[in-house]
């Protein structure tokens, strides 16, 4: 079965600096990956995927994030973050021979003004 | 608007006492899953469907009954609910595109106590 793992419970960055939120996957075959956000009391919002095509992928409110095949990763990124980004952010992966969705444990993103 | 509806968004109840969590989507999209989101285990997926009258087992699905009778209704079951299903519980639907599996749409939440 297919698995994703957020290596980080917290992630503190300053606003304007770069941050990255971490993510490596494990399934068999093509992976379709997601990352998602989850404001304070609110469902999650779908930010960016990739299924095929180009490694960096560009998604919503400036995000992007990057796959690599061989290092079984899909790091989130974003070049200047905002006091505002700040909330929980999950990894996912959708096994297509399966159908089987799986996610992170979430990563909780600060910025600090 | 489109949009993914849940229905109650909080509930307490008591141990064996059936309980109905009803979710709604009116984007007529093909799959739709239930999840429930607990600290530090992120959300684990309960039941899945991928069309009317057709439904599957996630990751963790002692204790929950789905059922999908309708495209834009997947209400999940608990027949005798215990403490160990207090969570926060999401439904969440997505289309079945061409391109395989598509960027899913989540409702509220459901935060459910079992005492």
């Known amino acids: 079965a297919q698995s994703v793992a957020q290596p980080e419970d917290q992630v503190n960055v300053a606003e304007g600096n770069p941050l990255t939120v971490k993510c490596t996957y494990s399934?068999?075959?093509?992976?379709?990956l997601f990352w998602y956000v989850q404001y304070p009391n609110r469902g999650l919002q779908f930010l960016l995927k990739y299924i095929t095509g180009d490694n960096l992928v560009k998604g919503s409110y400036g995000f992007e994030a990057e796959f690599n095949k061989s290092q079984t990763s899909f790091h989130l990124k974003k070049p200047s973050a905002l006091v505002s980004d700040s909330a929980l952010y999950f990894c996912?992966?959708?096994?297509?021979?399966?159908?089987?969705?799986?996610f992170g444990a979430g990563t909780r993103l600060t910025v600090k003004p | 608007e489109a949009q993914v509806t849940q229905n109650p968004r909080y509930l307490i109840t008591v141990t064996g006492k059936k309980l109905t969590v009803t979710c709604s989507q009116n984007?007529?999209?093909?799959?739709m899953s239930w999840y429930r989101q607990d600290p530090g285990l992120g959300l684990r997926q309960i039941y899945y469907s991928m069309n009317v009258e057709v439904t599957d087992k996630g990751d963790v699905p002692e204790g929950y009954k789905v059922s999908r009778k309708e495209k834009r209704n997947f209400p999940l079951i608990l027949e005798s609910p215990s403490p160990n299903q207090t969570s926060l519980y999401f439904c969440?639907?997505?289309?079945?595109?061409?391109?395989?599996?598509?960027?899913?749409?989540f409702g509220p939440g459901t935060r459910l106590t079992v005492l």
């Open positions: 996912a992966v959708f096994a297509y021979n399966n159908n089987d969705m799986r």
């Open positions: 399934v068999s075959g093509n992976p379709y």
């Open positions: 984007m007529n999209h093909e799959y």
């Open positions: 969440a639907s997505s289309l079945l595109g061409r391109e395989g599996y598509n960027e899913q749409f």
